[in-house]
């Protein structure tokens, strides 16, 4: 079992999302914990 925690910031939901969707197609991983904030520019 593998677990992936995303932290820091992003500009917006959507690459919040892609971050996820990434982590979640790596090999091995079983579970992605998004501790990720949006932070507007």
Known sequence: MCVVSL?????????RDNAKLVA?????VT???D????VAR
């Open 24 to 28: 979640q197609n790596v090999t091995g």
């Open 35 to 38: 501790h990720l904030k949006i």
């Open 7 to 15: 932290t820091g910031t992003v500009p917006s939901a959507e690459d």
């Open 31 to 33: 579970e992605v914990r």
